[in-house]
């Protein structure tokens, strides 16, 4: 069965607040969690962005059956990798089969605090690569050092892991990174786009797994989709440009370095701008068959966020109307 999952935005609400949304969306037939890893909002106005990895602790602890994960973590710059595969081990042996680990390249808005350069992107490739090799080995609990081009870790070993290590997926946006999380991991995790791109990034990924002897039917792919849902297609455009204007700026997002940098560029979004970005509709029909589409393109999980400052009201409407018709 297809999962529809919701997007815990830590960017825009608060630690608490967003544990009890999350309760509601379980209730409610969301079957997964996809957190936000950052230490920036993405502008100034959206105003929070707690630390995703205690909060992961309690999401588990107040929750009964959804799997969940980060969407995604940097495990190359702000965080060293034997960090978050400690902090994955832990999740993933109390929380066992629910606990997924996301890992991408990362956005200078929240690595680059920790000073240093911020490299082309072929350079974060590599970082990330390293970063997963040196988690893997971690995970087999055996006394594991690493010597990497970009990446270093003395003798280490990990005591506390759950039976069978949590699965990786990896954060991709382009053909390399698609297929590089075929080869090395467990699933895929992707933002929507137009569907040729989408199958693309399908077909990349398969064609890395096949490559390493893996049967690309059995690996998750996972989608987050942007929505911007209310009352009126007013209320859902003027939520869209209030709440999420960076889903609608169109320079390389993983250079900016401030939220206020962001905010710069959002003065230039337009309404128009969030095409293919961020779906806003009022009927919720509308946002079946949007989900329905990309579940029928091949992935088995698909995200949800909901840009404005109702979900309570999203959740339920979705519970009752969306999850039941998804097939």
């Known amino acids: 069965m297809p999962v529809l999952g919701y997007s815990a935005a830590l960017e825009q609400f608060g630690p608490t607040e967003l544990i009890r949304w999350c309760q509601e969306a379980e209730e409610a037939g969301f079957g ?10 993405w502008v100034p106005q959206q105003g929070q ?18 799997t969940f994960g980060p969407g995604v973590t940097c495990a190359s710059y702000r965080y060293h990798p034997a960090i978050i595969a400690q902090s994955a081990a832990t999740l993933a042996a109390m929380y066992p089969g629910r606990f997924w680990l996301g890992i991408g390249t990362g956005e200078a808005l929240n690595e680059h605090i920790v000073g240093g350069e911020w490299p082309d992107a072929p350079v974060r490739l590599e970082r990330m690569v390293e970063s997963i090799e040196v988690i893997k080995q971690l995970f087999t609990g055996k006394k ?43 699933g895929l995790i992707t933002p929507a786009a137009p569907h040729e791109k989408l199958k693309m990034l399908i077909e990349s990924f398969e064609k890395g797994a096949r490559e390493a002897g893996k049967d690309p039917a059995t690996l998750p792919k996972l989608l987050q989709l942007h929505v911007s849902w209310g009352a009126t297609y007013e209320q859902c455009v003027e939520q869209a440009m209030k709440e999420w204007p ?71 409407a979705y519970g009752e109307t969306v999850i039941p018709a998804l097939h």
């Open 32 to 41: 997964g969690v996809m957190a936000a890893d950052h230490f920036h909002p």
């Open 49 to 66: 962005s707690p630390q995703v990895w205690p909060w992961m602790g309690a999401l588990g602890m107040a929750t009964q059956h959804a």
């Open 144 to 186: 594991t050092r690493y010597s990497g081009k970009h990446i270093k870790m003395e003798s280490a070993r990990l005591y506390t892991r759950p039976e069978k290590p949590c699965p990786i997926y990896i954060a991709a946006s382009g053909p390399k990174t698609a297929e590089t999380a075929g080869r090395m991991c467990d």
């Open 246 to 316: 960076n889903g609608g700026i169109k320079a390389p997002k993983q250079d900016i370095r401030s939220p206020e940098d962001f905010a710069g560029f959002a003065q230039m979004v337009r309404p128009e701008d969030f095409k293919g970005r961020v779906f806003i509709s009022t009927n919720l029909d509308e946002h079946r068959q949007h989900i329905q589409a990309l579940l029928d393109l091949g992935f088995d999980e698909v995200h949800v966020h909901n840009v404005g400052r109702n979900q309570s009201e999203f959740i339920r």
